[in-house]
Nanobody, 127 residues
């Protein structure tokens, strides 16, 4: 069974960058659609973007497109979320999840159902 773990969060100022990592244990992340999500206090979890199974195609939501980028390292079994030009409204707990779960989020790859949630990693952006 695949377990994911997010890392790389922190507290930064507006305009700075962070790179989050999504690691998998128990099963390779390769060959799976992986999504990135975030949840701010008092709000629903929302999609940030996703990466397809093998070609490296990515989708980012309008809120982050042009500032956030998703990539994967098959050798290290990691998926990254590079976040540039961070804004205070990006403050949230960030999660990654593989396809095959029960929560639907729009992603043009796979069936859009994600699950096997980790603990997430906190990103705080101050003005």
């Amino acid at each position: 069974q695949l377990h994911v773990e997010e890392s790389g969060g922190g507290s930064v100022q507006s305009g700075e960058s962070l790179r989050l990592s999504c690691g998998g244990s128990g099963k390779s992340l390769g060959g799976l659609v992986i999504g990135w999500f975030r949840q701010a206090p008092g709000k629903e979890r929302e999609a940030v973007g996703c990466i397809d199974q093998a070609a490296g195609n990515t989708y980012l939501t309008d809120a982050v497109r042009g500032r956030f980028f998703i990539s994967r390292d098959y050798v290290k079994n990691l998926v990254y979320l590079q976040m540039d030009n961070l804004k205070p409204e990006d403050t949230a707990r960030y999660f990654c999840a593989p396809e095959g779960g029960t929560e639907y989020f729009y992603c043009p790859y796979g069936d859009g159902d994600f699950g096997s949630w980790g603990q997430g990693t906190q990103v705080t952006v101050s003005a």
